[in-house]
């Protein structure tokens, strides 16, 4: 299985970005598709995460109320919407797999490539 990111790049303090990521593969029920984010010299931090089979969305507290996790089933896509970006939150963003339940980038076992964003002042 691979996951494909998509969507980042470079917008304005203030502005909206949806990101995207679409496994290759069949996602479970039981997996959780999690979004995190690493700037430079900084460790990789999680934002979001979804279960999959419910929907149910778990978010970091620096993030809740600015984004916003989903997902297709139909189109096997997860999405992070990113609300107010502000230049801190320039980074390099990963969706990620896990089998079950964790903020931990040590649970997930797949990941995607990244897409860099890139908010202006």
């Known amino acids: 299985v691979q996951l494909q990111a998509s969507g980042g790049g470079l917008v304005q303090a203030g502005d909206s970005v949806r990101l995207s990521c679409a496994p290759s593969?069949?996602?479970?029920?039981?997996?959780?598709m999690g979004w995190f984010r690493q700037a430079p010299g900084k460790e990789r931090e999680f934002l979001a995460t979804?279960?999959?089979?419910?929907?149910?969305?778990y978010y970091a507290d620096a993030v809740k109320g600015r984004f916003t996790i989903s997902r297709d089933k139909a189109e096997n896509t997860v999405y992070l919407q990113m609300n107010s970006l502000k230049p801190e939150d320039t980074a390099v963003y990963y969706c990620?797999?896990?089998?079950?339940?964790?903020?931990?980038?040590?649970?997930?076992?797949?990941w995607g490539q990244g897409t860099q964003v890139t908010v202006s002042s």
């Open positions: 990620a797999r896990a089998n079950s339940y964790s903020q931990t980038p040590q649970d997930y076992n797949i």
């Open positions: 593969g069949r996602t479970f029920s039981s997996h959780l």
């Open positions: 979804i279960r999959w089979g419910t929907g149910m969305q």
